[in-house]
């Protein structure tokens, strides 16, 4: 089950809305949040309540800063970098929490030409993701690889495998729209934003996954990408 998924309508529509409607919701926010506080040392016997009201408004907050960091109109920066040092920082950063999961985390270079125009802190955001969402779909033994190899002359391509649940085929198609999530505590935001990413470098993202067996992600990225902007695809 092999899908090659191009969202760039899609994107395009919900960057929009995100870009225009986040930084006006997070603003009622902080000051719903500072005036809850301030009542909270009034009101006597009803802590419980208030506990609530401000964790749900944390949890809109964190909603609107992922859906902000997706549809942000700024500049991708590129410069030359080194696949290697990005994927390295980004699995010494996960290494504990995978530790904590029972999770076997292996990172394999089977090419010595790791360089790459790219934004790193772009790329090490999508490696993040790719990596927890495999992590979460992990119950117990897991494996979670990182292979690196050659794609052609021009081309590397990073494979992330995990020994997880997998994805219903039919499930596939679905991936990368906003909100979609299978998860309680999820927002479904995550692989939008691993998708707007690998566009803006101009490679591609292909996801395979056998249910009850695992998934296997591959981001093919060019190694000399020609700059490209998150704000001209808004
Ligand atoms: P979230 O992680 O918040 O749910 P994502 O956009 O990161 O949102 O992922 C969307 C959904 O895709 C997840 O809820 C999950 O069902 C599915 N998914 C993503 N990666 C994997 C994976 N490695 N294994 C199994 N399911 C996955
Ligand atoms: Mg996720």
């Not at 060019?222 to 490209?228: I, Q």
């Amino acid at each position: 089950t092999e899908e090659l998924l191009r969202k760039s309508d899609k994107l395009s529509v919900a960057g929009q809305l995100a870009a225009g409607l986040a930084h006006e919701i997070r603003n009622p926010l902080t000051s719903l949040r500072g005036f809850l506080q301030l009542l909270q040392n009034d009101v006597k016997g009803k802590q419980h309540y208030f506990d609530i009201m401000l964790s749900e408004l944390d949890r809109i907050n964190f909603i609107v800063s992922e859906f902000l960091v997706i549809a942000k109109p700024e500049a991708i920066h590129y410069k030359k970098s080194d696949l290697k040092d990005i994927l390295q920082s980004v699995t010494a950063l996960l290494e504990t929490q995978a530790v904590l999961c029972d999770v076997e985390l292996v990172l394999e270079f089977e090419t010595e030409s790791t360089e790459l125009v790219c934004s790193e802190m772009h790329l090490k955001q999508l490696f993040i993701n790719l990596v927890k969402n495999a992590m979460e779909a992990i119950e117990k033994n897991g494996q979670i690889k990182l292979t690196v190899s050659m794609q052609g002359y021009d081309g590397i391509r990073v494979r992330t495998e995990d020994n997880g649940c997998g994805i219903p085929e039919d499930r596939l198609k679905q991936l990368g729209e906003p909100f979609y999530t299978t998860k309680e505590k999820g927002t479904g935001l995550g692989l939008m934003m691993c998708f707007k990413i690998v566009e803006a470098h101009k490679g591609t993202m292909t996801i395979q996954s056998h249910l009850g067996e695992g998934t296997v992600i591959d981001v093919c990225l060019p190694t000399m990408t020609t700059g490209h902007y998150i704000k001209d695809w808004n």
